[in-house]
């Protein structure tokens, strides 16, 4: 499989990639919205078949002590190649030097990040925007 990865998003195309995030699925993300999340983020990945986006993520990183790791995300028909681990691994690498990585994943996912070297978090804590939305996505539990 012949991929194009790119780690700026100067040319990236805001509604293929808010419909990516809708059919993987993981929500419905505004191009707007997307375009302004990547923007502010230090790191970033797009992955490329031919000229289709099948894969992205993004790291939030001060450069010093954190870098959280969030929004991958893989379209469908590539699901299962491999594609996500690499984008994590990648992310992982541009953290480097960091005192800590944190990832903040969908319910269900842990193991996956698991064996790239993530460690279960007893402490993590969120204000929600929706928080019924995402009391019902099973994204957190009520205390």
């Given amino acids: 499989m012949n991929l194009k990865w790119i780690y700026q ?13 809708k059919i993987a699925p993981l929500g419905n993300k ?6 302004i999340a990547f ?5 970033k990945c797009f992955v490329y078949a031919d000229k289709t986006l099948i894969g992205v993520g993004r790291a939030l990183a001060d450069g010093v002590d954190c870098s959280y790791i969030c929004d991958v995300s893989i379209h469908p028909d590539y699901q ?8 994590v691994n990648k992310l992982i690498e541009f953290s ?9 994943s969908n319910p269900g ?3 996956f990040y698991s064996k790239l070297g993530f460690d ?3 402490t993590a ?6 928080k019924e939305q995402a009391i019902a996505g099973k994204f957190t539990r009520k205390a």
């Fill in 96 to 104: 480097k030097g960091h005192n800590k990585i944190i990832l903040y």
């Fill in 30 to 35: 505004k191009p707007n919205d997307l375009k």
């Fill in 80 to 87: 299962g190649k491999g594609i996500g681990k690499d984008i």
């Fill in 109 to 111: 996912k842990e193991e």
């Fill in 9 to 21: 998003n100067d040319n990236v195309n805001w509604s293929e990639l808010s419909n990516l995030y």
């Fill in 125 to 130: 804590m969120a204000i929600f925007k929706n």
């Fill in 39 to 43: 923007s502010n983020s230090m790191f």
């Fill in 120 to 122: 279960r978090m007893n």
